[in-house]
């Protein structure tokens, strides 16, 4: 969704929410801010079922096969107390100056980023976890001589982004909206400069296909196409909270110029830390017109070690015109004159019966429309098309 230009009503309330939660902010310092971050996700994790569900949905896609439901839980829990310390510390930076920002923070890495700088340029395959207004200052604050630049989706309220985007240009940081041409990021990291990626959202079938945790999934192709075509080498960055207030800035070279090295280096990063990570957003959900289409861009043999899970809910002799190496099919026929509330419920059953949540349903199309509705964000489709 693009900003919308002229700011509605909505928005200037928004704005004026934020200017004085920033101000009350100010007041505090940076470790009541982190403690009071952590207190937050705390009532927040209690509160909200939707989004504990969410997480928790996508710890299972990640972890299902390693971690038991307890650890999950437990997980669950830490990922919603330090997104709220981070969330909150990251509106706390950008007043700080930077010797005291650099009480705080560690580097691991950051030399091989700087003589690599000699060379060419740099660009930087970023998740989306840690103090991210820290992965934002990374590079400057190494004190390294490089310019840094970096693409990104402009917030939908306009006021706030205007704020967010005139304190990092301050700092010297070139941005480059999201619908920015390639041409111009190529020339950036040509000149020998640094350009920050965030890569780990869902981009749908219009990625390239890679495995993620061992499941296949689209990625940004963006990252290694820019190295390749700006003569770049690829470093992954990230943010690790290693302590009360403390946050470690990791630089790590990428070996290969490839989507699925970019997607391996994210998925380092991720299992190095995953409390860090920002899990409340549907990455693995699948959408969108020829939804699985993208699994056609596989070849033999494929990186993927864990298929999805396709879930026929009557009986079916269609066929998937995939390989099982991809994605599994099972039968759960259940008895549509049932009402919702019991579908719903064999439904979540049968959701949780695997090690991964399912990835999509398959229902006669007779049933097609009350399914989607019962199932939420999952995908459902059609046995009669498959």
């Not at 770049?232 to 960055?237: G, P």
């Amino acid at each position: 969704m693009n900003r919308t230009k002229s700011p509605t009503i909505s928005h200037w309330l928004e704005y004026l929410a934020y200017r004085g939660f920033e101000r009350t902010l100010r007041l505090m310092s940076l470790e009541t801010t982190f403690k009071a971050g952590e207190f937050i996700g705390r009532i927040f994790h209690r509160l909200s079922s939707s989004r504990r569900r969410q997480v928790v949905r996508n710890l299972r896609f990640a972890f299902g096969s390693e971690l038991s439901g307890r650890e999950i839980s437990e997980l669950t829990a830490e990922v919603f107390e330090r997104s709220g310390a981070n969330f909150l510390s990251s509106l706390r930076v950008p007043f700080l100056d930077n010797d005291q920002i650099l009480k705080h923070l560690t580097f691991e890495g950051v030399e091989h980023l700087l003589d690599t700088n000699q060379e060419s340029g740099i660009v930087l395959v970023s998740p989306h976890m840690g103090n991210w207004e820290l992965l934002a200052q990374a590079v400057f604050l190494t004190k390294g001589k490089i310019g840094v630049g970096t693409h990104y989706r402009p917030l939908n309220n306009s006021l706030i982004n205007a704020v967010v985007e005139r304190r990092r240009k301050k700092r010297g940081l070139k941005l480059f909206a999201k619908r920015t041409s390639t041409h111009q990021l190529t020339a950036y990291v040509r000149d020998g400069n640094a350009l920050g990626i965030l890569a780990d959202q869902r981009v749908g079938s219009r990625g390239a296909a890679c495995a993620f945790f061992g499941r296949p999934t689209t990625c940004s192709a963006l990252p290694h196409l820019i190295a390749k075509r700006g003569k770049a080498k690829l470093f992954s960055l990230s943010c690790e909270t290693v302590g009360s207030c403390q946050w470690k800035i990791s630089f790590r070279a990428i070996p290969e110029a490839s989507a699925q090295a970019c997607a391996d280096s994210l998925e380092a990063n991720w299992r190095h830390s995953p409390a860090d990570v920002f899990w409340f957003e549907d990455r693995w959900r699948i959408r969108g017109k020829d939804s699985l289409e993208f699994l056609k861009k596989y070849k033999d043999p494929n990186p993927v070690t864990r298929p999805l899970r396709a879930v026929f809910l009557a009986d079916s002799t269609n066929d998937l015109p995939y390989p099982d190496s991809l994605i599994t099919k099972e039968f759960f026929p259940i008895d549509f004159l049932e009402s919702d509330k019991s579908l719903q419920e064999q439904l979540r059953k049968i959701g949780e019966s695997g090690i991964s949540p399912v990835d999509v349903f398959f229902c006669p199309d007779s049933q097609l429309k009350r399914m989607k509705k019962l199932t939420g964000k999952i995908l459902v489709l059609s046995s009669e098309e498959s």
